[in-house]
């Protein structure tokens, strides 16, 4: 439903919502493939340090801890309500929730507005907007932090700790977000799916972002907007780089995210490019550009400047990414444009081969010395904005000694405020750079396109400041 | 060098570069550093089954092998030559290559035509047209099969076996596919870089590629093309799927791909736009999309009409997949639109909020028995043509029985030659299902758009045929 604005008591009950110090689960089950169970389970297996309080009349204990048969038995505080119950019964769990003055209620039961039931939902919607009481759904999976040990929903996984806040539509995506974090170290702070937005909006939990220590980049997943001027007005007051990604664009696109979350998008999708525009945020078109884009703007500062110098033992992934700058409007510019004297200082860490063109190709024989003092000279020089390293294996290539030789480099310049991203394109070996990479702040990819997306992602966030 | 057309006494003599029963190593070397070490290293590491002669005038043994002054010295005879020496001496081991009536001739060594050498490079490949000895390279990485166990080159891995057989300029690009091949089993039947392709051109192995008979698919990364007559005669003698990436097209990357490999594009990228076009191939942007389609046309039939169904856990992976496919000129159909009675049929497999519009969101609750029963109702009904799958893993899916239950109704319905793809966006339960999925020749992919790619992908090749 819509509102005008974020409201105070909302923003300021969400910590309630990610980091409650008790939470009761109504409609908890004893069978471990219910969701009433998984939640209990997920919530003990990732280390949730307050109390848990399963509601169910049926059951004694579940999972060891002592059933309640309604929430108004509880007698201790209650600061979060987690609502899993079939959706008839969800009103008079809301009523119990307002009478034991809890500070927060979740209802992840589907089947409203999403099926045509919007009257229900509404009225829902109205008692605790009355009643002062947020509400974060209904038809969603869940949230949680993995600063806080905190994974509430039905929720397989918890991220790694990392800079990016994802506020997410779509519990499925999110999901998928969530396993690309651990399986990638794609660090977020924390995370909410959002589901039909009934009451809590976008608005909200993005004034809520700008205030978490732990949110460096704010990851924006939309099916359809409520109230986009107050998600303008809250982007407008956030100092974070943030990314939109938003769905249901195409014809058939429109009803699914109706089916979906109950999303209506009656102005089109140029009316989303405009408020996106105003909000001055990002959009993202793909889901991997989304996840790319965001990390970069969460770990490196923004580009201040279109010079970026690009290092790399492979020619074929120099090319992918002077061709995908081009692209994107940003193309590259040969070395000696960029600085006179860059040439000859970087040519001394490359053999005759090399081209020092820019993409500089240090060639395939490359050593860690040579990309430790090419990488040195790229930062240094004082026309430079911006470098991007590729390593691409052959069998004399040293990569987890490059990833760590970047790293040192990246570490000695920080202070220079220039971001740096890397590509590691090739097996195993990659793979586990990129994750060292990534653990050490530096944003990594696999493909030379994806690498590109993100340094022109710092470079729009950079003209946007 | 240019060709006219492909020489039949060069595709001929290829297989000797893929299979050889023996293999001269021509600038071999003791220092485990040197690439003259590391292609012994590589041939032995990954099991190949012919005879190996090291040639080295100031060593014994290498690796265990006897050591041979001159290759003149090899008195049986000769296969393969491999050449890693410094470019001054090429020209000698050339003729002595010769002499010996070698059936094939591989120059690794770089600093040729792209530094300013064509010289040299074109008298060397004269000499080699003369006496009809085939010359790969120069300034290239390598080539391989797995199916033959066959890793020649400065090259760490050897892909998995499987349909798609790459032809690449760059060597680096070659590297990061093989490195990707074992860590998501994209599957293929051989690998070469071509390099300068001085002699042997695209042509030659994509000729060769059609004979092949574990070849499903071909996957071409191009720099520039000396002989596009050659390259589209060759491509529409092919009654296989091929993809081609074209870099090099930025302006900066023309400069680039000649310092590469020695790649001239005087007619700038729209030019070769014709030239795929003509071919009858079908041509990548990005290099993810490379992979993702190659391995789709490799592994499935094509798609014969658009009515394509989606079937997803997730509203979100249903919504970016519609958009994509959208965006990519392929709308989807809602289901009512492909076929009257499959809605009824479908809806048996989905709780009361899901939804059958398509993509059909069966729900996050989807159980094994509830996908298999909507693949199947997909796949069965005559109006279909292909079938698109996602998981989203919520904490109740089951991911590896829902990606085995896709197999089976893949495997019970394949006779209808409908192809199948799936999406499984997620952590290490969906990365393992991925690769169980590829190893049953289903193409899976961890994210919506790149699916969307390869069915848009099928459907292309399919209208082509």
Same mark, same amino acid.
């Given at each position: 439903?819509?509102? &005008?604005?974020?409201?105070?008591?909302?923003?300021?009950?969400?910590?309630?919502?990610?980091?409650?110090?008790?939470?009761?689960?109504?409609?908890?089950?004893?069978?471990?493939?219910?969701?009433?169970?998984? $939640?209990?389970?997920?919530?003990?297996?990732?280390?949730?340090?307050?109390?848990?309080?399963?509601?169910?009349?049926?059951?004694?204990?579940?999972?060891?801890?002592?059933?309640?048969?309604?929430?108004? &038995? +509880?007698?201790?505080?209650?600061?979060?309500?987690?609502?899993?119950?079939?959706?008839?019964?969800?009103?008079? /769990? $809301?009523?119990?929730?307002?009478?034991?003055?809890?500070?927060? +209620?979740?209802?992840?039961?589907?089947?409203?507005?999403? +099926?045509?039931?919007?009257?229900?939902? !509404?009225?829902?919607?109205?008692?605790?907007?009355?009643?002062?009481?947020?509400?974060?759904?209904?038809?969603?999976?869940?949230?949680?932090?993995?600063? &806080?040990?905190? !994974?509430?929903?039905?929720?397989?996984?918890?991220?790694?700790?990392?800079?990016?806040?994802?506020?997410?539509? =779509?519990?499925?995506?999110?999901?998928?977000?969530?396993?690309?974090?651990?399986?990638?170290?794609? #660090?977020?702070?924390?995370?909410?799916?959002?589901?039909?937005?009934?009451? @809590?909006?976008?608005?909200?939990?993005?004034?809520?972002?700008?205030?978490?220590?732990?949110?460096?980049?704010?990851? /924006?997943?939309?099916?359809?907007?409520?109230?986009?001027?107050?998600?303008?007005?809250?982007?407008?007051?956030?100092?974070?780089?943030?990314?939109?990604?938003? @769905?249901?664009?195409?014809?058939?696109?429109?009803?699914?995210?109706?089916?979906?979350?109950?999303? &209506?998008?009656?102005?089109?999708?140029?009316?989303?490019?405009?408020?996106?525009?105003?909000?001055?945020?990002?959009?993202?078109?793909?889901?991997?550009?989304?996840?790319?884009?965001?990390?970069?703007?969460?770990?490196?500062?923004?580009?201040?400047?279109?010079n970026i110098v690009m290092v790399?033992?492979?020619?074929?992934?120099?090319?992918? =990414?002077?061709?995908?700058?081009?692209?994107?409007?940003?193309?590259?510019r040969e070395l000696k444009q960029i600085s006179p004297m860059l040439e000859q200082r970087i040519r001394a860490y490359m053999?005759?081969? #090399?081209?020092p063109l820019n993409?500089v190709? /240090? =060639?395939?024989?490359?050593?860690?010395?040579?990309?430790?003092g090419a990488f040195q000279q790229a930062f240094r020089d004082p026309n430079v904005h911006?470098v991007?390293?590729?390593?691409?294996?052959?069998?004399?290539?040293?990569?987890?000694?490059?990833?760590?030789?970047? @790293?040192?480099?990246?570490?000695?310049?920080?202070?220079?405020?220039?971001?740096?991203?890397? /590509?590691?394109?090739?097996?195993?070996?990659?793979?586990?750079?990129?994750?060292?990479?990534?653990?050490?702040? +530096?944003?990594?990819?696999?493909?030379?396109?994806?690498? $590109?997306?993100?340094?022109?992602?710092?470079?729009?966030? #950079?003209?946007?400041?």
């Amino acid at each position: 439903m819509k509102v &005008e604005k974020a409201r105070p008591y909302v923003v300021k009950n969400l910590r309630y919502a990610l980091n409650p110090s008790s939470i009761a689960i109504v409609g908890a089950s004893r069978y471990p493939t219910k969701v009433g169970n998984k $939640v209990i389970y997920e919530l003990v297996k990732w280390g949730y340090r307050g109390k848990i309080y399963p509601v169910n009349p049926r059951a004694d204990k579940i999972l060891g801890f002592p059933c309640y048969k309604t929430l108004r &038995e +509880i007698k201790d505080p209650v600061d979060l309500v987690f609502v899993a119950v079939p959706a008839h019964l969800v009103s008079s /769990i $809301v009523q119990d929730a307002v009478s034991i003055k809890a500070k927060m +209620i979740v209802i992840a039961t589907s089947a409203f507005k999403e +099926i045509g039931r919007g009257e229900l939902q !509404n009225e829902i919607t109205e008692y605790c907007r009355k009643n002062k009481l947020p509400l974060i759904g209904p038809n969603l999976v869940g949230m949680g932090s993995p600063y &806080e040990h905190f !994974n509430c929903g039905f929720i397989p996984y918890l991220p790694v700790e990392g800079p990016v806040a994802m506020i997410s539509q =779509s519990g499925a995506n999110l999901l998928a977000a969530l396993g690309t974090s651990q399986e990638s170290h794609y #660090g977020m702070s924390f995370f909410v799916g959002l589901g039909n937005k009934a009451d @809590v909006d976008f608005c909200e939990f993005i004034e809520y972002a700008n205030e978490d220590p732990h949110t460096k980049c704010l990851a /924006i997943y939309i099916e359809g907007l409520d109230s986009p001027e107050a998600f303008i007005d809250s982007c407008q007051k956030v100092d974070k780089p943030i990314v939109v990604i938003k @769905v249901g664009r195409s014809k058939i696109g429109v009803k699914a995210a109706f089916a979906h979350t109950a999303s &209506e998008n009656p102005n089109g999708d140029e009316y989303y490019d405009m408020v996106i525009e105003k909000a001055g945020a990002i959009r993202a078109t793909t889901w991997q550009e989304f996840l790319d884009i965001s990390l970069a703007l969460g770990l490196q500062p923004p580009l201040k400047g279109d010079n970026i110098v690009m290092v790399t033992n492979g020619g074929g992934a120099g090319l992918l =990414s002077c061709d995908h700058f081009e692209r994107l409007g940003l193309p590259l510019r040969e070395l000696k444009q960029i600085s006179p004297m860059l040439e000859q200082r970087i040519r001394a860490y490359m053999p005759m081969f #090399g081209s020092p063109l820019n993409p500089v190709d /240090i =060639s395939g024989t490359a050593s860690v010395i040579q990309y430790k003092g090419a990488f040195q000279q790229a930062f240094r020089d004082p026309n430079v904005h911006g470098v991007l390293g590729a390593i691409c294996p052959t069998a004399v290539t040293d990569v987890m000694g490059t990833a760590k030789a970047a @790293v040192e480099v990246y570490e000695s310049c920080k202070e220079l405020g220039k971001p740096f991203l890397m /590509i590691c394109q090739g097996g195993a070996e990659c793979r586990d750079a990129i994750l060292y990479l990534r653990d050490h702040q +530096i944003p990594a990819y696999p493909t030379a396109e994806q690498a $590109v997306n993100a340094m022109v992602a710092l470079y729009r966030y #950079g003209m946007k400041k």
